[in-house]
């Protein structure tokens, strides 16, 4: 069963915070996270494994939480190069995917 | 290293032709899946290999798709009587070992069924 995204869509402004929504209906064993550019493949951002886990590198940020049915993912002091659709992928022996977040940053 | 491979970059064909797209994983990745992915949606698993077993390929559509790895390592994704709701690009990923491993995508391939 495909998680749910939210928000759709994000406008930002350089320099500022958004935070993306990835929830399922069941429990998951792990929650990845990867960010595509038109035209490009995804890229892999990181991988939560453990109910309350956080992760995070540079100003990009992730948690899991206990009941292991919801992760967000933190985005600080947002650059230009953030710009691109970011996908949640929730693994219960297959991958199902979001319908994406489409984020923006403006300068 | 080279990183995930695939080919054709992309491909036309006409309604009910037979079609096969292939990839390279990287070397050594014994996880090897198949995704497709339509415009504005996230990718949609399609099987799963572990070594040369498809170890999920519940998300192949119909009997009219179909993947092989006979070696571990190149795998093939078959797609016969192709239709117009077909098109999409079809993406290829692979992993050291499994779900928890970070995925590495391909390029993709464009598929276009006129």
């Known amino acids: 069963q495909q998680p749910v995204q939210s928000p759709q869509a994000v406008i930002l402004r350089e320099g500022e915070d958004a935070v993306i929504n990835c929830s399922s209906s069941k429990a998951l064993y792990s929650v990845h996270w990867y960010r595509q550019k038109h035209g490009e493949a995804p890229v892999f951002l990181m991988i939560?494994?453990?109910?309350?886990e956080q992760k995070g590198h540079d100003k990009i940020s992730a948690s899991f939480n206990e009941k292991k049915q919801q992760s967000s993912l933190y985005l600080t002091a947002s650059q230009l190069s953030y710009s691109g659709t970011y996908f949640c992928g929730t693994e219960r022996n297959d991958m199902r995917f979001g319908a994406g977040t489409r984020l923006t940053v403006k300068p | 290293g080279a990183g995930v491979s695939q080919t054709p970059s992309n491909k036309v064909t006409e309604k009910g032709k037979y079609v096969e797209l292939r990839c390279d994983p990287i070397?050594?990745?014994?996880?090897l899946y198949w995704y497709r992915q339509s415009l504005g949606q996230g990718p949609e698993f399609l099987i799963y290999f572990q070594g040369t077993g498809a170890a999920d390929d519940s998300g192949l559509p119909n009997d009219r798709f179909f993947a092989v790895r006979p070696e571990g390592s190149v795998s093939t994704l078959k797609i016969q009587r192709t239709e117009r709701g077909d098109s999409a690009v079809y993406l290829c990923?692979?992993?050291?070992?499994?779900?928890?491993?970070?995925?590495?995508f391909g390029p993709g391939t464009r598929l276009t069924v006129l």
């Open positions: 939560l494994l453990k109910g309350g």
């Open positions: 990923a692979s992993s050291s070992a499994g779900f928890t491993d970070t995925q590495y």
């Open positions: 070397s050594g990745h014994t996880a």
